[in-house]
């Protein structure tokens, strides 16, 4: 007979819930609440219960909650978000994680590759590479990038991947054309008004993640600009919530509940002691928020409308 053990069964056999913990970074992020759902929904059909924590976009509030959730004994903690550069802040999440682990408890993210931890990952660079040579396919030239604080290691990737796709045709990202604010939508507000106020150089402007970009829209209506016709904007992930925007997205589509789903088989499968790292490429989905230009086009800096 081919006998499988139950999940549930032996979670409670070792003294723990049948439970898993979800930690995000910010729930209210559409990118975190499209992971979360497929969490739920993978967990809930194998029976079992899952507890969301939110970091508020604090990095060491990480080893807080994943001590909290040790403490209520679940059986495994996934970790949803990009890590930090922050060597104090990864030495106390690294204590909690092995004082976890230890006790029985399954770790796995949704980030970047970490050493002896499974992983769900994304091809960050290479997508964001293939990224900007679309765009220069499309007669663009000159680049500004809305970043996420360098601590914040997927921007960072991010950052990195497009610059490379621009070098492929000889085209430089300058210091001065990358503009660093919070990784949130407000943040793309700030970045894309910044970039106006310093003069607006570029014809295409790619904000690292897609609630980002939708924030640097508000912010280029509202200074006057007129989207794409003055300038294209492109973003990254594909959000759901982005469908609803006009002019539509540019964007790298990742599968958000892939992802999610994932994790959540990784966190079931039998312990052998091994990590797993499942990578996921991304897809360069171009909509009309980028449009071709000829040479005539580029580049005139923009001063923005009278309103």
């Known amino acids: 007979m081919d006998y499988r053990p139950n999940a549930a069964a032996q979670a409670v056999a070792k003294g723990r819930a049948n439970a898993i913990g979800l930690i995000v970074h910010d729930i209210t992020d559409p ?4 992971v979360a759902a497929a969490v739920l929904e993978a967990a809930e059909t194998k029976g079992i219960t899952t507890t969301v924590a939110d970091t508020r976009r604090q990095p060491a509030r990480e080893a807080t909650l994943i001590s909290d959730l040790h403490e209520q004994r679940v059986r495994a903690v996934i970790i949803a978000g990009s890590r930090t550069t922050d060597k104090t802040i990864q030495r106390v999440v690294h204590r909690e994680v092995e004082a976890f682990t230890a006790a029985g408890g399954k770790l796995v993210m949704i980030s970047e590759p970490q050493p002896n931890v499974s992983t769900v990952t994304v091809e960050n660079r290479a ?3 293939e990224l900007a040579q679309k765009l220069v396919a499309l007669g663009h030239r000159e680049f500004a990038v809305l ?3 360098s601590q914040v290691r997927t921007s960072n990737d991010r950052v990195a991947g497009f610059r490379r796709g621009l070098a492929d045709f000889g085209i430089e990202l300058a210091r001065r054309q990358v503009f660093i604010n919070a990784f949130d939508r407000d943040g793309g507000y700030a970045a894309a008004t910044e970039w ?4 607006g150089r570029g014809t295409c402007l790619f904000a690292v993640n897609d609630v980002m970009a939708i924030g640097a829209m508000a912010a280029l209506r509202n200074l006057g600009y007129t989207l794409p016709e003055d300038v294209s904007v492109a973003g990254f992930d594909d959000i759901p919530s982005i469908r609803d925007f006009t002019p539509s997205l540019t964007t790298v589509r990742i599968p958000l509940a892939s992802l999610g789903a994932e994790a959540v088989r990784l966190v079931l499968r039998p312990e052998d002691g091994s990590a797993v790292v ?3 490429g991304g897809e360069v989905v ?3 928020s980028t449009r071709p230009i000829s040479g005539a086009d580029r ?3 923009f001063a923005g409308r009278a309103s």
Do not use: E, I, N
């Not at 990118?31 to 499209?34: E, K, M, Q, V």
């Open 31 to 34: 990118y975190f609440a499209a």
């Open 127 to 129: 997508a964001s590479r």
């Open 299 to 301: 580049p005139v800096p």
């Open 196 to 199: 106006a106020q310093a003069g």
């Open 147 to 149: 970043a996420g604080p």
């Open 286 to 288: 171009l909509r009309d």
């Open 278 to 280: 499942t990578t996921y």
